[in-house]
Antibody
Framework: QVPLVESGGGVVQPGGSLRLSCVAS????????MHWVRQAPGKGLEWVTF????????FYADSVKGRFTVSRDNSKNTLYLQIDSLRSEDSAVYYC?????????WGQGTLVSVSS | DIAMTQSPISLPVTPGEPASISCRSS???????????LDWYLQKPGQSPQLLIY???IRASGVPDRFSGSASGTHFTLKISRVEAEDVGVYYC?????????FGQGTKLEIK
């Protein structure tokens, strides 16, 4: 089993919405903070958001604040990213990741394309 | 916000030769616990990023010992003692001390 598997990407019109999911396995999901990182085509990595292990606190990049909402369901070992008011510059591969302590996994990514 | 600056942007290397990548942070990444909150990742072509070094200098599990990380103030260095063909890809540093977390712009290593 792959530790992190993302889904939910697709083609959406500007102004539209998507919800990405990331299912975790092989580690104790509810013990770790979780991140979303994105990568626009041909570009570098951009940190987007992270949520505490208990889901009570979340932090966002300025570029997505107010439009993106991260959440998690620890009973389902699943991380979510609600993306609203999509813009062309949001087109990217979205990765979920756990970045320590002592456990570092990234998913394979899910592609979001914003196009009219 | 903490800015991360990598150099060089492109790094052609002959197999068997050493390589070095620099990453500078605009602020100290030293946590009160004494650790530098700086990780190094390698993204091979068509793959997700993979962790090489965490907390500035600790090699991740399974990473060959030809990779090493060091820190001096706000200057961080990733060294490869002898480059192999499988090391090609883009290397990123990332700070996790303070939100918004941030990556360097990446260094593309290619084989001469």
């Amino acid at each position: 089993q792959v530790p992190l598997v993302e889904s939910g990407g697709g083609v959406v019109q500007p102004g539209g919405s998507l919800r990405l999911s990331c299912v975790a396995s092989r580690f104790t999901f509810n013990a770790f903070d979780m991140h979303w990182v994105r990568q626009a085509p041909g570009k570098g990595l951009e940190w987007v958001t992270f949520i505490r292990s208990d889901g009570r606190n979340a932090f966002y990049a300025d570029s997505v604040k107010g439009r993106f909402t991260v959440s998690r369901d620890n009973s389902k070992n699943t991380l979510y990213l609600q993306i609203d008011s999509l813009r062309s510059e949001d087109s990217a591969v979205y990765y979920c990741a756990v970045m320590g302590p002592n456990i570092y996994y990234w998913g394979q990514g899910t592609l979001v394309s914003v196009s009219s | 916000d903490i800015a991360m600056t990598q150099s060089p942007i492109s790094l052609p290397v002959t197999p068997g030769e050493p390589a070095s990548i620099s990453c500078r942070s605009s602020q100290s990444l030293l946590h009160t616990n004494g650790d530098n909150y700086l990780d190094w990742y390698l993204q091979k072509p068509g793959q997700s990023p993979q962790l090489l070094i965490y907390l500035g200098s600790i090699r991740a599990s399974g990473v060959p010992d030809r990779f090493s990380g060091s820190a001096s103030g706000t200057h961080f260095t990733l060294k490869i003692s002898r480059v192999e063909a499988e090391d090609v890809g883009v290397y990123y540093c990332m700070q996790l001390l303070q939100t918004p977390f941030s990556f360097g712009q990446g260094t593309k290593l290619e084989i001469k």
